[in-house]
């Protein structure tokens, strides 16, 4: 009797269909940031970045925070601080070797600032939270049309320059011998990172965005390795957390961010354990043929 009380309080779809329309503008906001998310996560795993992703969210919050701080644009902080950090690490942890160390100061300074001017801020409390954990039922038309915005420019970088910056990525001795600008194209990677990361910080929060930027291609990852699939997968699954969290957190008004997160590390589990299986099917065809 206590599970099903708890199961109703966390997931029932009372007055869903009253409901679902309030939050038609998220749920494209939602579709928007899978996108972006489901392109930009494997150049990020490719690049072993998931940690400068969690810096660069911080020095955004920290932006947001001063922004909401000062009565400007939240939107315009979060850009600035991320474009800031992005930067920061494209120029002082090209090489890798430092990127790590960077992100390290960086992440607690951003947390330190975003802490300070969210003391300062004596509006309501709930504003205070959201840049942490998202907001993403709260979203606007204006907010909606900075969002698509940011899409398109994020996008068609990817589209321009997107093949370049992954073979950078990937195998960066043979890039620079053939004469590409390592320099430029890991800049631009992380200014279309830290856009991407401005927005997101404030829908689903500093705290728990790698469950859209990190997650989705790592299950990806488990059950192709090829490319083009991995990009299509890894939007799919953003898409699916983000719209999922959505709906599901609809019924019981509670904050959406722990659904996305479980949506996606469900969706991870399950494509480690497709991986998992078939490595091991793999595995023991190969047994069987060599006594055979």
Not at 3 to 23: G, M, R, S, Y
Not at 61 to 68: M, P, Y
Not at 69 to 87: F, P, Q, Y
Request: hydrophobic fraction near 60%; charge should be positive.
């Amino acid at each position: 009797m206590l599970l099903t009380t708890w199961l109703h309080t966390i997931i029932n779809f009372d007055n869903f269909a009253e409901l679902l329309p309030l939050v038609s503008t998220s749920i494209v906001a939602a579709v928007l940031l899978g996108v972006m998310a489901g392109f930009m996560g494997p150049m990020v795993q490719a690049r072993d970045m998931a940690f400068a992703v969690h810096g660069t969210a911080e020095l955004s919050f920290a932006g947001a925070a001063c922004a909401l701080w000062l009565g400007s644009s939240v939107t315009l902080g979060a850009v600035i601080g991320a474009v800031t950090a992005g930067m920061v690490l494209g120029v002082m942890g090209i090489d890798g070797k430092n990127r790590n160390s960077v992100v390290g100061i960086l992440l607690p300074f951003g947390l330190g600032l975003g802490v300070l001017f969210l003391s300062l801020y004596q509006g309501r409390s709930s504003n205070k939270f959201g840049l942490l954990t998202g907001q993403i039922v709260a979203i606007t038309p204006a907010e909606l049309q900075s969002m698509l915005v940011v899409a398109v420019i994020v996008l068609s970088i990817i589209a321009i320059f997107g093949q370049r910056m992954l073979f950078a990525a990937v195998d960066p001795q043979v890039a620079q011998a053939q004469h590409l600008n390592l320099t430029f194209l890991s800049l631009l990677f992380m200014f279309a990172l830290s856009l991407v990361v401005a927005v997101s910080v404030q829908f689903v929060g500093a705290l728990l965005l790698l469950s859209l930027l990190i997650t989705p291609a790592a299950a990806a990852s488990q059950v192709t390795a090829r490319p083009i699939y991995v990009y299509l997968l890894s939007m799919l699954f953003a898409i699916t957390a983000g719209v999922g969290g959505i709906l599901l957190s609809l019924g019981p008004g509670l904050p959406i961010s722990p659904y996305i997160t479980t949506i996606s590390f469900v969706i991870y589990l399950s494509c480690w354990g497709i991986g998992y299986l078939r490595k091991k099917a793999g595995w023991n065809k190969r047994l069987a043929a060599n006594f055979s």
